[in-house]
């Protein structure tokens, strides 16, 4: 089998920045967006790194946003749209002016997961066109108990029209699942992750502690599903889920029952192949029990944690996977850009960082 390097194409650092969490959002042909999740606030650069726009969105304005805004995303246009689990669905120019100003589809009960870059939501075009496919931890009311019914009428990614506002639920849990069995699970289990293909029209679906890739062919005006294919990920452990009244509704994860579960947090289409990045459980059972009883010391909880550091591997045409060894980046999480990986630097000094690095780089085999 092929082994894989990340080689750095390019790099460009943005300097005399004041912000108490500055990430990298995504790029364009002319400009790198950022933006400082603390505090809501949008930093826009050439790509020679000189400053263009900041500007935020805070307080009683149209258009205004929360911290609890998810990765930033681009439409066909370079506008950008950002979903807040708060106040709702932007779409913004890249100086800040709004265009539109949509609300939440349903009040969120529950919002967690590590901070990172990968992508939460995709633009993407159908029949000429812009959608906003994304998830939420609650995307519609509960009719009746928290039981078995309500898995086998979840419909897990939400399709927002950027002009009109209409947003409809799509895609139920396919038939083999594990969260058809009939038990209950948290709400992190079964958060999905998700990239489209434009170009073939297919669409590639994971449920975070569920080891299995499910693609649909979506050229038509539901997605229909055409193949699922099994992850064989070194450390992941899928869970079965627990009995009626063990966890409640909206409840994304629990520490006492299940830590460190393993948990794909992001699968990219990237050329023929996949980009998968998890979570694995760690191997120490003693020191998981612990943990579920609260006596594990500082010392198992971060050997513990070491364990379950975010892993990525390609998933080849063939099927084969293959560990990925990637340089240390901030936050442990890049973004895909067509044919391109960008990432931060990794801050390792202990004084206040101003200055910020991003790299731009391509998968090659060796």
């Keep these: 089998m092929p082994s894989y390097k990340l080689e750095v194409l390019d790099s460009v650092t943005v300097k005399d920045i004041l ?15 950022f933006k400082d999740a603390m505090a809501a606030e949008i930093y826009v650069f050439d790509k020679a790194g000189n400053p263009i726009e900041k500007w935020n969105k805070k307080g009683d304005v149209p258009g205004s946003f929360s911290n609890l805004n998810r990765n930033i995303s681009t439409d066909k246009s370079g506008n950008l749209v950002i979903v807040d689990i708060i106040n709702g669905l932007k779409v913004l120019k890249k100086n800040g002016d709004l265009i539109q100003d949509f609300g939440i589809h349903y009040t969120q009960m529950s919002f967690s997961g590590p901070i990172t870059i990968f992508k939460s939501q995709q633009v993407i075009e159908k029949d000429g066109k812009d959608y906003l496919l994304y998830s ?21 990614l939400l399709l927002t029209n950027l002009e009109t506002e209409e947003t409809k639920a799509i895609l139920p849990f396919p038939e083999g699942s594990q969260f058809l069995n009939g038990n209950m699970f948290l709400f992190e289990d079964f958060r999905p992750v998700f990239s489209y293909d434009e170009q073939s029209q297919m669409l590639y679906v994971a449920f975070q502690n569920e080891p299995i890739m499910y693609s649909y062919d979506w050229s038509g005006l539901e997605p229909i599903l055409k193949d699922k294919t099994n992850l064989d990920l070194a450390g992941f452990v ?72 975010i892993k990525t591997v390609v998933l080849t045409a063939k099927g084969n996977l293959i560990p990925l060894d990637l340089p240390e980046m901030n936050t442990d999480s890049f973004k895909v850009i067509g044919e391109d990986i960008w990432w931060m630097k990794k801050h390792t000094g202990e004084e206040e960082q101003e200055d910020f690095t991003v790299y731009r780089g391509r998968l090659v085999k060796e």
Excluded at 19 to 33: G, N, P, R, S
Excluded at 136 to 156: I, Q, T, W, Y
């Design 136 to 156: 939420l931890d609650v995307m519609e009311d509960l009719n009746g108990d928290f039981g078995p019914d309500f898995f086998h009428a979840r419909k897990n």
């Design 19 to 33: 912000a108490t969490l500055f990430l990298f959002q995504t790029a364009d042909d002319e400009h790198l967006l």
């Design 238 to 309: 899928a869970g079965t889920g627990f009995e009626k009244g063990a966890v409640g509704y909206g409840k994304p994860t629990d520490n006492k029952i299940n830590p460190f579960p393993s948990q794909i947090i992001s699968l990219e289409k990237y050329g023929n192949d996949f980009l998968i990045s998890y979570k694995p459980t760690p191997s120490d059972k003693s020191g998981l029990a612990k943990m579920m009883a609260g006596e594990a010391t500082k010392e198992v909880f971060w050997r513990l944690f070491e364990e379950s550091k």
